[in-house]
């Protein structure tokens, strides 16, 4: 079992920006691909972006491409989301998810990923 606390998450004015952090609890953390997902209210939780277990391919969904970074460290078991030039659109309750089945190439379906952090709420204002 793996568990996955976010942090991270506030308000801020548009075109500010936000360094979301995932920290996971199992020593095998390091095997897993990571992604982060979001769901607006109203709307279906969409896949954001991942990495894959030794961060060396990264995989965006084009609304946050430019403008989001993923990136993690294995010595921290952590795993972050920069996000800069927010949009009131970016709006959303952002989660982390761990992938242990496809550690190079992550998956950008929500079921690909078999374990879910609480979330944690970003809000954009105009």
């Known amino acids: 079992q793996v568990q996955l606390v976010e942090s991270g998450g506030g308000k801020v004015q548009a075109g500010g920006s936000l360094r979301l952090s995932c920290a996971a609890s199992?020593?095998?953390?390091?095997?897993?691909?990571m992604g982060w997902f979001r769901q607006a209210p109203g709307k279906v939780r969409e896949f954001v972006a991942a990495?894959?277990?030794?961060?060396?391919?990264?995989y965006y969904a084009d609304s946050v491409k430019g403008r989001f970074t993923i990136s993690r460290d294995n010595v921290e078991n952590t795993i972050y989301l920069q996000m800069n030039s927010l949009k009131p659109d970016d709006t959303a309750v952002y989660y982390c998810?761990?992938?242990?089945?496809?550690?190079?190439?992550?998956?950008?379906?929500?079921?690909?990923?078999?374990?879910w952090g609480q979330g944690t709420q970003v809000t954009v204002s105009s």
């Open positions: 199992s020593p095998t953390f390091s095997s897993y691909a």
């Open positions: 998810a761990a992938d242990p089945d496809r550690p190079l190439v992550p998956g950008t379906g929500e079921y690909e990923y078999n374990y």
């Open positions: 990495i894959s277990w030794g961060g060396g391919s990264t």
